[in-house]
């Protein structure tokens, strides 16, 4: 088991494009210092100033958006996701959930065959957008296989969602709509 030190960072994966982002990303974190790390931890403090590295960086949109949805740099990739996870993990869960809800937002648009909202979806993560899932009941917490919500076929032959949900996570900061200046939680891809 190789554990991260990342003031001896390994760029051990084959692709330089995730090196170079694990790399911004340590200067980052160390640059900010333990001490405050622990501080903004212990108050609670938004995570502003690591929102704007990544979209700066553009590191959501380089890892998060599938290939032929972005930039020729852009790989929807477990092993860069993975490793970008241990990173994120090491200096602090606020960093790696962002991160985490981001992808768990991002899943049902990806493996949908809305093609619209794939690219809606890749110009928010380009923007530098996060993105937010909500699933959690107030009976049933986040179990998929307990929940009340049911998805209702309508008579233009799409879906609508029909339940009540109790946390919606990165709310109001990962959210977007398709129509122009509303706000609305992306669910499903559908």
Known sequence: MVLLNPKQLAETHPDPTLNAILRKTVVFFEAKGKKQLKQDDFDRVWYADFLDFVKRERIFAT???????????????????????EVLGFYGLCYWYAWQVTILGLGPIWMSGNEELKRKAAQLLNDGEIFAFGLSEKEHGADIYATDMLLVPTAEGSYLANGDKYHL???????RSLQKGKRHIWSFGR
Do not use: I, K, M
């Open 63 to 85: 890892l998060l958006t599938p290939t032929g949805y972005g930039d020729t740099d852009c790989r929807w990739d477990t092993s860069r996701l993975c490793a970008f996870n």
């Open 169 to 175: 996570l990165h709310c109001p900061y990962g959210y």
